[in-house]
């Protein structure tokens, strides 16, 4: 059993509230905690207590109970970002994503961009594999169902991130260092990855993306 402690910017996206159902159904799973980051962060927080349920617990020494980290950052193309708010959990606090990326933890993996990518929906695809048949899932599009209504599309970020955890097999990775842009205007929070037997972390290169979604389907659809 994995203890976890589930660090979110739930409330915009909907995947945020699906990686918050995958947990809750994980049989590996010890779900511990869950903060929230981003904007109002205490309204983030609100809205997912209203739906799941929840117990309060006191903060500890975090960071130093740290086993591992699974983070869903950066973006480790050649080309040039679309726009600097491309790789937003990156660029939402430059500074507090590159002190993330040299932490120093056991085992430390990351899901970038462009393997999360390669596991976007439709909104019919989405619903398809992910129904609202169970009281769980009737939550998840309860609290994020317009704004897929809205998009169209789902791509799974956290998903992944966090069946990574539990399931690594589904995942291929490199290890190395990544350096986070925090002093070039133009260039902020860019992430780049330099390939090193010694590095810190795990970048994830490639997904198995039908036994993904068979994992997901299967322990959400219960």
Wanted: hydrophobic share 45%.
């Amino acid at each position: 059993m994995q203890k976890i402690l589930l660090d979110t910017d739930i409330g915009g996206d909907i995947d945020d509230a699906v990686c918050l159902a995958y947990l809750l159904r994980e049989p590996q799973c010890a779900l511990l905690g869950v903060t929230t980051v981003c904007g109002e962060s205490e309204k983030r927080a609100a809205g997912a207590l209203a739906r799941w349920p929840h117990r309060s617990f006191e903060r500890g020494d975090a960071p130093g109970l740290l086993r591992g980290l699974f983070v869903m950052n950066g973006c480790f193309g050649e080309a040039p970002l679309p726009e600097l708010w491309y790789n937003w959990n990156a660029w939402a606090d430059p500074l507090a994503a590159r002190l993330v990326f040299a932490a120093q933890v056991p085992l430390y993996r990351v899901v970038p961009l462009k393997v999360t990518e390669q596991l976007t929906l439709s909104a019919r695809e989405a619903q398809a594999l992910l129904p609202p048949d169970s009281p769980l899932m009737r939550a998840v599009y309860d609290f994020g169902g317009a704004w897929l209504e809205s998009a169209e599309k789902l791509t799974l970020y956290d998903p992944l991130a966090a069946a990574a955890v539990f399931h690594p097999e589904l995942l291929r990775f490199a290890r190395g260092f990544v350096r986070v842009e925090t002093a070039r205007r133009d260039r902020m929070a860019e992430t780049a990855f330099t390939p090193d037997a010694g590095g810190n972390v795990e970048i994830a290169r490639s997904v198995d993306k039908k036994n993904f979604y068979a994992l997901l389907s299967s322990t959400l659809n219960k």
